[in-house]
Nanobody, 126 residues
């Protein structure tokens, strides 16, 4: 299984970024998918989860109404649209695949995920 994130970069406060995660070597639509992030000196944090058919979705409180998770099963690709970015959103963002069709109750629990990417850096400058 290969997991590759892209789309990170350096932006100003209030700007937007769209992250992508492309996966090969597994049946993408058999997996719930999530985005995690980790800032220096902090624990890895679950940002959002999407079930195999895009319903339901979950978000951590700090990104609700600003981030939107989506997926294209035909392209084996996961997305994270991030709007109105804040300095506290700066982190290394990871894509992760859970071997369940629906987001697990503990979707923010990293060990629940079977496959991870290497991450893409997002830096928000104020």
């Amino acid at each position: 299984v290969q997991v590759a994130e892209s789309g990170g970069g350096l932006v100003q406060t209030g700007e937007s970024l769209r992250l992508s995660c492309t996966i090969s070597g597994m049946a993408f639509d058999d997996y719930a998918m999530s985005w995690f992030r980790q800032a220096p000196g902090k624990e890895r944090e679950g940002v959002s989860c999407i079930s195999w058919n895009a319903n339901p979705t979950y978000y951590t409180d700090s990104v609700k109404s600003r981030f939107t998770i989506s997926r294209d099963n035909a392209k084996n690709t996961l997305y994270l649209q991030m709007d109105n970015l804040k300095s506290e959103d700066s982190a290394l963002y990871y894509c992760a695949a859970a071997p369940y069709g629906y987001c697990p109750d503990s979707w923010t629990y990293a060990p629940a995920y079977a496959h991870w990417g290497q991450g893409t850096q997002v830096t928000v400058s104020s």
